[in-house]
C-alpha cells in the first residue's frame, strides 16, 4: 500500500451511466479507469484465457463450473490485480467488488451511481435499440446476476448506502456534471 496514491471505486445500477461517469471523472482525475479491461490484465498477468474471466464476470460462484479455475479461484486473481494496480498509482475501478477489495486502503473514496429505473430502461433501451419493456427485463436480469455476485464475494448487500462514501442519482445532473461534482468530491476527500 502507498499512501500516495488514491482509489476511487464506481458502484452503479444498469444503465445509470456509471462507466460514463466514471470514465469522464478519470479523465477529469488525470488516473487510469478499469473495468472489462481489469479482466484482460488479469488473463495476461496469469497467463490464462480472457475467456474464462469472461465467463465468470459478475456471475455469482455457480454460473461457472470449471474443475481446473472456478469463479472463486477467478475472483481471487482479479481481487490480486485490484490491490497491485492500487499499490502503484492512483485508479477509478468499476464494479469488480473493488469498493470490498480496497476497504482497508487509505486514500479510498467508494461511490455509488444510480438512477431512478424509469430512466434507466429508457438509456438501456436506446443503447441497445430494444422496448423499454425489453430493457425493464434486461436490467432485472442483469442486476440479480451483479448483487448475487457482489453479495456472494463481500457479504454485503450491493447498493447499501452504508458501503458506500457518496451514493449519487446521476439523472439529476446529467453525466458531465455528475462526473463532475464526484471529481470535487474525491479532491476534498483526499486532501
Do not use: H
Request: hydrophobic fraction near 40%; proline fraction near 2%; aromatic fraction near 12%.
Amino acid at each position: 500500500m502507498n499512501d500516495n496514491y488514491f482509489n476511487v471505486t464506481i458502484g452503479r445500477r444498469i444503465g445509470s451511466g456509471g462507466l460514463t461517469i466514471a470514465r469522464k471523472l478519470g479523465k477529469m482525475l488525470g488516473v487510469e479507469v478499469y473495468d472489462k479491461e481489469l479482466i484482460m490484465t488479469a488473463a495476461k498477468d496469469y497467463g490464462i484465457g480472457a475467456e474464462f474471466f469472461e465467463k465468470a464476470d459478475e456471475k455469482g460462484p455457480d454460473s461457472f463450473n470449471d474443475s481446473a479455475i472456478g469463479s472463486n479461484n477467478l475472483f481471487k486473481l482479479q481481487t490480486e490485480v485490484i490491490r497491485r494496480l492500487a499499490g502503484m498509482q492512483s485508479n477509478v475501478f468499476v464494479g469488480r467488488c473493488a469498493d470490498y477489495v480496497l476497504r482497508d486502503y487509505p486514500k479510498l473514496v467508494t461511490i455509488f451511481v444510480s438512477a431512478p429505473l424509469e430512466a434507466r430502461k429508457a438509456t438501456v433501451a436506446d443503447r441497445f435499440g430494444i422496448s423499454e419493456e425489453k430493457a425493464e427485463t434486461y436490467i432485472r436480469k442483469m442486476e440479480r446476476k451483479r448483487k448475487s455476485y457482489y453479495e456472494y464475494f463481500t457479504f454485503r448487500d450491493w447498493g447499501s448506502s452504508e458501503n458506500y462514501d457518496l451514493c449519487i442519482d446521476s439523472s439529476i445532473l446529467g453525466s458531465d456534471m455528475t462526473a463532475s461534482l464526484i471529481s470535487d468530491f474525491v479532491k476534498m476527500a483526499i486532501s
